[in-house]
């Protein structure tokens, strides 16, 4: 028997509601929450991400580990460079290392590395 239905995971960044439109923007998902301290996002079932304000927030430097990823995530998508378009304009950047070729790597608008790949 299942404890928990699934996990939420929670991104630290400088701007929790600016950080949960982005991602919100990108998943097709409803802003549930945004302050300045906290932001949330949640899908029609039920899955949900949660966005926490950090004073002093340093960005990954991706894909040194200087400062490391502290987390990144899969966004499965159909096609590559539709899905680049998209995202570029919500505002992330493609990041210039780009290790293979069924997935590319971006930085989300706190710096935080992700990933569009191929379905």
Known sequence: MA????PNVVIDCPDPAALARFYAALLDWTVEEASAGWGQI????????????????????????????QMHLDVMVDDLDDAEQAVLALGAAKAEHQPGTTFRVFLDPAGHPFCLCVS
């Open 3 to 6: 404890i928990a239905r699934f």
């Open 42 to 69: 949640r899908a029609d079932h039920g899955q949900c991400i949660s966005f926490q304000g950090v004073e002093g927030y340093q960005a990954p430097q991706w894909p040194g580990q200087e400062v490391p990823q």
